[in-house]
Every structure is written in structure tokens, then in C-alpha cells.
């Protein structure tokens, strides 16, 4: 869990920054199967991916 919070919190100040003007990024998060209930209030999908787009920006967490 706290590798996917770290790289949540990552893609947001990636996503806020403007001098970031492009950006597609692929992350992968190892979360353990007692956390994944907590990930409910991310928003993430039935593929297991959390997509975060703001313009022309977007990052992918993967949940493994």
C-alpha cells in the first residue's frame, strides 16, 4: 500500500505541474490482498488500473 501511495501522490504533482506540458506515464504498484479493499477510494477499475488524465497529460497505476 504504500508503494501505490507513493506513486499516487507522484502522478498528482506530475499532473498539477505546469511546466509538464506532455506526459504518459505507466506506473505498477505491488499492493497485498488485504489492502486492496483500501484502494476502493481511488476510483480503481475491474482491470486493476487507476488512470489519471488531466489535458495532455495521463499516468496508468497498475495494481499487481
Known amino acids: 500500500?504504500?508503494?501505490f501511495n507513493a506513486l499516487y501522490s507522484l502522478a498528482q504533482r506530475l499532473l498539477n505541474d505546469n511546466n509538464?506540458?506532455?506526459l504518459v506515464a505507466v506506473f505498477?504498484?505491488?499492493v497485498?490482498?488485504?489492502s486492496r479493499h483500501k484502494l476502493s477510494k481511488f476510483g480503481i477499475s475491474a482491470?486493476?488500473?487507476l488512470k489519471m488524465i488531466n489535458g495532455t497529460?495521463?499516468?496508468t497505476i497498475k495494481i499487481k
Open 1 to 3: 500500500m504504500e508503494q
Open 20 to 22: 509538464i506540458t506532455t
Open 28 to 30: 505498477e504498484a505491488d
Open 32 to 34: 497485498k490482498l488485504c
Open 47 to 49: 482491470d486493476n488500473t
Open 57 to 59: 497529460k495521463q499516468i
